[in-house]
């Protein structure tokens, strides 16, 4: 199984997020890293890192998604100075994080077979 991360500016954002992509496939480990350290509207490195720490238990690999701005870039920072296997995935928040989820799950998902499923979603929903 792969592990995922949903990165918001909202903690909220980021848990309604996992909430949506857990309804669909509930066996996937799906951890919300939203807001910064002190509860307030933004991203964490730190929160990121633990997150993506958190989703890796039992995982053979972590995707991480992001919503926009420096959650974008912070969570890109969490994943270069991790030490768990993780990549970001450059997809539409809910819609990759479901497609993710979906494939996570897959006996057959990698790493890179879940970026892509989250990846795909942003195609989709250019039609």
Known sequence: MIGLVVVSHSARLAEGVC???????????????GGTDGGELGTSVDLIADAIE???AGAEGVVVLADLGSAVMNAE???????????????????????????ATSAKATLESVRESAEEAGDLSKT
């Open 54 to 56: 958190a989703a890796s």
């Open 19 to 33: 909430e949506v992509a857990g309804e669909m496939a509930s066996e996937a480990s799906i951890v919300p890293a």
């Open 77 to 103: 920072m969490a994943v270069e100075v991790s030490e768990i296997e993780a990549t970001f995935a450059d997809a539409p928040l809910v819609e990759g994080a479901v497609n993710a989820a979906v494939s």
